[in-house]
């Protein structure tokens, strides 16, 4: 298991790994609010011919109040299972603001940063090329995602990030020990 801690290493080392065999599939899992999307975004940033698909675009509707459940059949079968041969994948983005879906298109890239929470279960990890896991302390993670909610989307989610969304993800943590599943652990500053 390699550990960096920064976006530049972690892109640096997926560089090494570019072939022209097809895409690289790279799974970014972590805590909720642990730093997923900011590395994927930064890793699209760093490495060309790169996109991120993010698992929350799959999250069930209608749902129920406090319960954003994800489809990961969809995501089995409409994503992991096609990455490797189909040029373009569909997923149905979820959009916060109507609290449904919006279906978008994308043509596969040579490197596929796959962003979820539960990407690490047992199950999936014959889907990914690498497997990375946001070394970043629960408390720490749930701060940071409340943060984010309030500053970016100007929503107070406390309540979501301390009954359902936190408790989720430290859950799916202690059950399925996906730090021990990665090939990479990434460690965030911790600010």
């Not at 065999?21 to 972590?30: E, H, L, Q, R």
């Not at 089995?76 to 997923?91: F, G, R």
């Amino acid at each position: 298991m390699k550990t960096f801690n920064t976006a530049n290493d972690v892109a640096e080392y997926i560089n090494s790994l570019s072939n022209d065999k097809g895409p690289i599939i790279i799974a970014v899992d972590g805590y909720g609010g642990s730093g997923k999307s900011t590395l994927c975004k930064e890793l699209t940033k760093l490495i060309p011919d790169s996109m991120t698909i993010q698992t929350d675009d799959f999250i069930k509707y209608p749902h129920a109040p406090n319960d954003f459940e994800h489809d990961w059949t969809a995501i089995e079968n409409i994503v992991l299972k096609k990455l490797k041969t189909a040029s373009e994948v569909t997923t149905a983005t979820y959009d916060w603001n109507s609290l449904g879906p919006k279906a978008e298109t994308q043509d596969v890239k040579h490197i596929v940063l796959i962003d979820g929470i539960g990407l690490l279960e047992e199950k999936y990890l014959h889907y990914y090329d690498v497997k990375i896991w946001i070394d970043c302390p629960y408390e720490t993670a749930l701060d940071r995602g409340k943060k984010r909610d309030k500053e970016e989307q100007g929503s107070d989610h406390d309540e979501l990030w301390d009954t359902v969304w936190g408790p989720g993800s430290k859950l799916y943590f202690d059950r399925a020990h996906p730090d021990t599943k990665a090939d990479i652990l990434y460690q965030t500053i911790m600010r």
